[in-house]
């Protein structure tokens, strides 16, 4: 029965549906160079013959499909089981028959002795069948079970995650969705970027904040629309709670990324901008949001807003020497990094940047309330530099933040920064 075993399970390499062309090919002369002995009972051989014969000589399917019940009942040991599911599978292959298909898989696998090289992908194909029966829990097992086997095609950790998701259980949807993301990419080969979407809406789902911010940022990396950006950063600025310096931070670089979306967006950043302290950052946002139609003059609220802070734009940027020096006198860094944030939102970025590093070089950057705001200011000393187009001295400085808000926040901005300075695709 030699010569019927390696016809058989060669060809079953040909056909079987989960296993790349290619590789089948490899696997069909390794079955060739090393054959594998196969002890078939006297009766399976019996029956075996005929169905054989029509399957693959006379090419007459429904000869074939006719003996199997035969073959089937012929079967005496574990060869004869292996030796039928590959029959039966090609056989479904040949006449597209998927119930012959699937008894022949589940003969392969109930067998044991499927060859170690295809074993996995076997295990894998009956998972499917069973996945497709929404039988979702041994679904899982089984894949699990072609997984530990070493089984890596067909995006496995991706339809294991599915499975996960169809349980309702996120928390295992998105483990495996993040390790089909780290296997695709040490294959060299870029991951679906609707796979960080799917994590996300599992995270979201799971009401997890951390995975939400997680996977947030990761949508950033690999898909930075302004759509993306916008829903990243009101997240963070939602579930961090942030106060209005740190939202204004978020709000600066969701500017930048074109994110600010909606009315309520630029009624955020106006308050926390305060036309009395950044008349020009709010003129300028404004001017934006108008352009855009996402705000209109007619409102009352913004008109009002936007014609108070025309009127303090000249008197507020006539004091910046007078206040430079006064900064650049104190003994503490205080004054310095309050100036800074001044010429900052007046887009004033070389002045700004050097109040800042003169806040820093001074320390004792601690506000009326004893609350040190060192990290504010090198928040701001990247903003400054983003704008200068400084990547690394932006980076250095976001790398220095050190509080848990303002941490993330930066973030973000880096994100942003790595975008900007990465190569373009070839």
């Not at 080969?189 to 990761?218: C, F, V």
């Not at 950043?269 to 709010?282: G, M």
């Amino acid at each position: 029965m030699n010569r019927i075993s390696k016809f058989a399970a060669a060809f079953a390499l040909g056909a079987f549906a989960v296993i790349p062309a290619a590789h089948a090919a490899k696997e069909e002369k390794k079955e060739a160079a090393k054959p594998v002995k196969r002890n078939y009972s006297k009766e399976f051989q019996k029956a075996y013959g005929p169905a054989i014969d029509a399957f693959a000589k006379k090419k007459d399917m429904a000869a074939a499909a006719a003996a199997f019940p035969a073959v089937e009942a012929a079967i005496m040991n574990a060869d004869d089981r292996y030796e039928a599911g590959v029959f039966a599978f090609n056989l479904g292959a040949q006449s597209k028959d998927v119930a012959m298909q699937r008894k022949g898989v589940n003969l392969i696998v109930e067998s044991g002795v499927a060859p170690a090289d295809v074993k996995p992908a076997y295990a894998f194909q009956q998972a499917l069948y069973i996945y497709n029966d929404k039988d979702y829990p041994t679904a899982t097992t089984k894949m699990l079970d072609a997984y530990n086997m070493g089984y890596r095609g067909s995006n496995i950790e991706v339809q294991i995650s599915n499975a996960y998701r169809l349980q309702n259980n996120y928390g295992e949807a998105i483990n495996w969705m993040g390790k089909a993301i780290e296997a695709t990419k040490a294959a060299g080969s870029k991951p679906d970027t609707q796979w960080y979407a799917q994590a996300l809406n599992y995270a979201t789902r799971m009401k997890d904040n951390a995975q939400i911010l997680h996977w947030s940022k990761e949508m950033i990396k690999v898909d930075p629309r302004p759509e993306t950006y916008h829903d990243a950063l009101f997240q963070y600025q939602r579930i961090a709670d942030l106060d209005n310096l740190e939202s204004l931070s978020v709000l600066r670089l969701a500017r930048l990324n074109k994110a600010l979306m909606f009315e309520h967006e630029y009624k955020q950043y106006v308050e926390y901008a305060d036309a009395r302290r950044y008349p020009a950052e709010v003129s300028a946002v404004l001017d934006e949001g108008f352009a855009k139609g996402t705000i209109s003059k007619n409102n009352l609220t913004f008109s009002e807003i936007y014609s108070g802070a025309q009127k303090l734009i000249p008197e507020l940027s006539g004091t910046w020497a007078q206040d430079e020096k006064s900064a650049l006198a104190a003994p503490k860094g205080y004054s310095a990094m309050l100036t800074g944030d001044a010429l900052l939102s007046f887009a004033q970025y070389d002045r700004a940047k050097a109040m800042y590093e003169a806040a820093l070089s001074k320390g004792g950057i601690v506000d009326r309330d004893g609350i040190d705001q060192t990290d504010r200011a090198l928040t701001n000393l990247a903003i400054a530099n983003v704008y200068l187009k400084d990547w690394a001295g932006a980076k250095a400085a976001l790398a220095k933040v050190s509080g848990t808000k303002r941490k993330g926040i930066a973030e973000y901005w880096t994100i942003y920064i790595d975008q900007q300075t990465a190569a373009p695709a070839a």
